[in-house]
């Protein structure tokens, strides 16, 4: 409301009775009473039945270097010939590649009292769950790093006329995916029930297309998009998708489709955080035409995942490395000394002290904003952090007792409706082989992207319970009418800098490419961050590039 | 004494009658539904019913004051035990050791009581008639009313009320008769408010009965059920259904239908005996599903046979089959054999964490009708079977019809190929299923029919045996794919098939 028809009313305030001015006083203030009281009524009484809590990563941690708190004088000052900073996917998998190579004399630090960062899970009476990323899609057959892992930890049991075998029970169960859509679940997510034929024949239109990059090859032989990402073409027939956005490529393809544009942003936010209008098209292609991996017994694009997600991957990535990881410490400082040696400053959260550790190399297996802080003024890289951006999440683990029925297919994988904010939830219970399991965690996905990054981010931090209650219980009425009375608890989870995500000219502009430069060849680099995607695959291959940097140092050949 | 209270009073008669009848004929068909054989059941029940409507009259001479008093708060204790009697039957029907005794002390509880109605209201209208009217009228009415509850009983109360909801009906009379007889003569009763009170109270009750019979036997399930349900039950797992029609017993759960138990024996013996009679020296026998015992029946009849371990995720399923009267007499109590040892547990679950092996294997699962059950039927559970089967052993595994459902049915056999077994199809004809399938699986090509059979069987011979193995034209083999727990085809195709069939 503007100010003017308030001083108006003001004015007209004056003529009135006394009687009646302490009516209308009397009204408004009981309004406005009565709207608090509302507000705090409402929720505790829908939601009174649920139970939960709001969590996210390490809060306290995360002021002290970004408020740069005073924190004690360091006790002590120890030596590491290799220090690993960040116990997420890229960290870890840098951890098992030196320990495989036989090099032992490193630790990892993780500030969380966990290791695995967007990796995370969590696990109640019911289930175990995702708190972060839940699954993977079945390797490229020639990403031999990738499937040498996968065979290690028994995902990739044998090989069949030279194609790998997965376990049955990881390969995600059938049914796999449905879609709330003019009233119905279909199955599949692709649009499809009750769409008119010019969207069908466009999203065919799309397929054709994603089919053609899928072989498409550039003038150096290499895959127009693949992964790890750094192994695509360099063919600028390709890249220059980079320097748009997905949005304008499409309508350059002439491809307009509402229905096909909600599919596609459905699955920029599934991967990236953003829609089209804010993802590359380079990047956007990526998702469809980088996954050409074949099995004997899958599909192509067939999904791995587990109950608690990429959690478990995380425990069996960690594996080898388990005595080197020490948690509840994080470093705030990083520096070179006059030798040419990496100092970084280290605080026990636990016991509130602080420490030095000095070290031969350093792999940052830490996001780039982060790294910024760390480094302060000692270390100066020619990157501009301002041009990374990453998407906020939240995440919530919903445990219900029941699951209203609608009209179509039943219970899948990942259940997603048509335009809504989320993309849905995903059900944690899908790998269980038993016959019937009343209870169920469903894990619901939301990124949060309608506004700058930035300022989602501080919205998302400021929100309570009972509001995120109220931005995701009517789209939850909305798939499963009735689903309220069913839910017995919601977990929350808020991800602040959930993923990096492919700004136009992230990928193949010139940051990204400094980003990744070791800093006096003893300071290393890991985060996908530096892949530009938010994926476990780029973050295994981080991983290992850094470790292999640092085996370079030793003498041994570099893998990358 | 007005002509209108003596009106009122051999309305009473009729409705007393009425009531009374029908009380016979509740229990009647009650009993004839829940222990079968309806001659026995009727005759037993009308002789106990009439005799204690003898003793009842008999009784009758001991009450000399305040009959109009006794008249009601005998009307009330008929309306609340005639009214609660069927349900009391229902609930205890599961203990079925005691339910005779139940039976019959109700039907004798309810005989006596009518029994003391009539003369009761013959004495308390002894001086307001002559007697050769007085006997006239009042037999007149008693007979009348007999006729009533016939012909309402089969033709109005049980298709539209079903048995619960009609003795509480009728008990809702007999207390109503005794509230209009206390407003009536409230001067020349002591504590007519007393009586009227708890008159009220107990229509109440009744009328909560009548509400909420509903649960006890829902009336809308029994339309969806050609037969009586006597047996009915959620459990966490499924509902559980039996029905009954003259000596035939059929259970469904979750409406579909698992046997009939005047041809269940061609299942059965087609299910076991083709592998285990196959099978001299086997020792250790695993059923998957089967929570009835009708199978573990079968496999019993072999004496080399030392131990059969059930594994049934439902213990209310093989709960009712272990203490059910009629269900023990069908299954030969093979679930009480010291041999059988019962799991409740999930199957999937429990074979990924079982380490014994088993001579002969019989995987009797509801048809794959959903992705749950599909989960049964997939090439990771199989390749968990072909684990604990024991060298030379077999399994065998209920598929579905090959007739109705012949891409579902060789879907099965292609899935149990696809692990590295053996299969050999057969099929035969169940009537209440029609034409049956099943597949037997073995990890080498060591099958041998066997040249006979044991004595006693109803269905199987080696000559039934050679029909058995032949798969003619119309249920010949079809490529099928694998089924597995990331595909679920089969559950796809049960469905494709048999939604055309019902």
């Known amino acids: 409301m503007s100010g003017r028809p308030f001083y108006k009313r003001g004015g007209f305030v004056n003529t ?10 009397g009204i408004i203030t009981t309004g406005i009473l009565l709207n608090g009281c509302i507000r705090r009524l409402k929720p505790n009484g829908a939601y009174k039945n649920i139970k939960g809590s709001m969590k996210g990563p390490n809060a306290k941690a995360g002021h002290i270097l970004r408020d740069k708190l005073p924190l004690p004088a360091p006790i002590g000052n120890r030596k590491v010939k290799t220090l690993i900073i960040g116990g997420g996917i890229s960290g870890l998998s840098a951890a098992r ?7 032992n004399d490193f630790e990892l630090l993780e500030l969380e009292d966990h290791v695995g960062g967007n990796s995370h899970s969590g696990k109640n009476g019911v289930s175990p769950y995702p708190l972060g990323a839940h699954y993977i899609t079945i390797a490229n057959n020639d990403d031999t790093l990738l499937t040498g892992f996968l065979q290690d930890c028994g995902v990739i049991i044998g090989f069949e006329n030279n194609l790998p075998v997965y376990n049955d029970y990881y390969l995600c169960f059938d049914p796999e995916e ?22 069908k024949a466009q999203i065919k239109q799309f397929f054709a297309l994603v089919d053609e990059l899928k072989k498409a090859k550039g003038n150096d032989g290499k895959y127009a998009f693949d992964i790890p990402i750094d192994n695509s073409s360099a063919d600028e027939k390709y890249r220059a998708l980079d320097s748009i956005t997905f949005k304008e490529y499409l309508h350059q393809q002439k491809l307009t489709s509402v229905y096909l544009h909600w599919y596609l942003n459905y699955c920029c936010k599934d991967d990236y955080g953003q829609k089209i209008d804010k993802v590359s098209a380079w990047a956007g292609m990526h998702y469809f035409a980088s996954r050409r991996g074949k099995a004997a017994n899958a599909d192509t694009n067939a999904v791995l995942t587990w109950p608690e997600g990429n959690g478990w991957l995380t425990k069996k990535l960690a594996a080898d490395a388990s005595g080197h990881i020490i948690k509840g410490h994080m470093c705030y400082s990083i520096a070179h000394n006059a030798q040419g040696k990496v100092v970084t400053s280290i605080y026990d959260i636990a016991k509130g002290t602080t420490s030095l550790i000095t070290a031969d190399n350093v792999i940052m297996a830490t996001p780039q904003f982060v790294n910024q802080r760390l480094f302060k003024d000692h270390i100066i890289r020619p990157v501009d952090y301002a041009s990374l951006n990453y998407s906020p999440w939240f995440i919530a683990n919903i445990t219900v007792n029941s699951l209203p029925q609608a009209k179509g297919t039943g219970l899948c994988w990942d259940n997603v409706a048509y335009d809504t904010p989320s993309v849905g939830y995903v059900n944690a219970g899908q790998q269980s082989v038993k016959l019937t399991d009343n209870k169920r965690v469903l894990t619901w996905y939301l990124p949060l992207c309608d506004h700058e990054p930035r300022i989602a981010r501080l919205a998302a931090y400021t929100r309570t319970y009972e509001q995120w209650m109220d931005i995701m219980m009517p789209e939850l009425e909305y798939m499963h009418p009735g689903i309220t009375d069913a839910i017995e608890n919601v977990e929350c989870w808020v991800w602040g800098h959930g993923m990096i995500y492919p700004a136009v000219n992230h990928i193949w502009g010139a940051n990204r490419k400094a980003a990744q430069q070791p800093v006096n060849n003893n300071v290393f680099f890991a985060n996908t961050d530096l892949s530009g995607i938010s994926i476990f695959e780029e973050a295994f291959h981080q991983g290992i590039r850094a470790a292999s940097q640092v085996l370079a140092n030793y003498g041994k050949q570099a893998i990358t | 004494m007005n002509k209108k209270l003596h009106a009122l009073l051999l309305i009473s008669v009729f409705v007393v009658a009425t009531c009374g009848l029908i009380y016979e004929l509740i229990a009647g068909t009650l009993a004839s539904y829940l222990l079968g054989d309806s001659v026995t059941q009727f005759s037993t029940i009308i002789g106990v019913y009439l005799f204690s409507m003898g003793i009842g009259s008999w009784v009758s001479k001991y009450f000399e004051k305040n009959i109009i008093s006794w008249f009601i708060q005998l009307e009330i204790l008929v309306g609340l035990v005639g009214g609660t009697s069927s349900t009391i039957l229902f609930l205890v029907f599961e203990s079925i050791a005691s339910f005779r005794i139940i039976l019959y002390s109700l039907v004798g509880i309810t005989g006596i009581l009518v029994g003391l109605e009539i003369p009761l209201l013959m004495r308390i209208l002894k001086d307001r008639y002559e007697f050769k009217d007085l006997v006239s009228k009042v037999f007149t009415f008693d007979y009348i009313g007999a006729l009533l509850a016939s012909l309402i009983f089969p033709l109005l109360l049980i298709p539209y009320l079903g048995l619960v909801k009609t003795s509480y009906l009728v008990g809702i009379l007999n207390v109503g008769v005794a509230l209009i007889v206390c407003v009536s003569f409230k001067k020349e009763i002591k504590a007519a408010a007393y009586l009227q009170t708890s008159a009220v109270i107990s229509i109440l009750a009744l009328l909560v009965g009548f509400v909420y019979a509903g649960v006890i036997t829902n009336f809308s399930e029994s339309l969806t059920y050609a037969d009586t349900i006597i047996y009915s039950k959620s459990t966490p797992y499924q509902r559980i259904i039996l029905t009954k029609k003259g000596k035939v017993l059929r259970l469904f759960l979750n409406g579909n239908l698992q046997f009939s138990s005047d041809d269940e024996y061609r299942y059965h013996e087609a299910l076991v005996h083709p592998g285990l009679q196959a099978l001299p020296n086997a020792r250790n026998v695993l059923v998957m599903g089967g929570g009835d015992g009708l199978a573990v029946r079968e496999i019993l009849k072999y004496p080399n046979i030392k131990s059969v371990t059930l594994v049934d995720l439902d213990k209310g399923m093989t709960g009712l089959f ?13 679930l009480l054999s010291p041999k059988v040892m019962v799991i409740n547990a999930d199957a999937f679950t429990w074979l990924r964490q079982n380490k014994t092996k088993f001579d002969f294997m019989v995987i009797d699962f509801p048809d794959p009708s959903n992705y749950s059950v599909g989960k049964l039927y997939t090439n990771s559970f199989y390749k968990l079977a072909k684990g604990i089967l024991a060298p030379g052993g077999i399994m065998v595994i209920q598929a579905t019809s090959p007739y109705v459902a012949p891409k579902s049915f060789w879907t099965v056999d292609t899935t149990l190929r696809s692990v590295g077994l053996h299969t050999i199809p057969y099929h035969n004809y169940v009537p209440s299923f029609g034409e049956w399938g099943y597949i037997m699986a073995t990890e080498n090509p060591v099958y041998k029919k066997p040249s006979m059979f044991l004595p006693g069987m109803r269905f199987i011979t080696k000559e039934s045996l050679d029909l058995m193995f032949y798969f003619p034209k119309d249920m010949a083999k079809v490529q099928t794919e694998v089924n597995k727990l990331n595909n679920q085809v089969l559950v796809k195709y049960f469905e494709d098939e048999w939604s055309s069939v019902l």
């Open chain 1, 97 to 103: 590649w030196l320990k495989r190579q036989g090099y």
């Open chain 1, 16 to 25: 009135l009775s006394r009687r009646s001015f302490l009516l209308k006083a």
């Open chain 2, 322 to 334: 272990k203490s059910n009267r009629m269900l023990l007499n069908l299954n030969k109590s093979s």
């Open chain 1, 178 to 199: 449905r879609l709330l859509i003019n009233g119905q679940w279909q199955e599949g997510i692709v649009p499809d029930f009750g769409l008119q034929p010019g969207d």
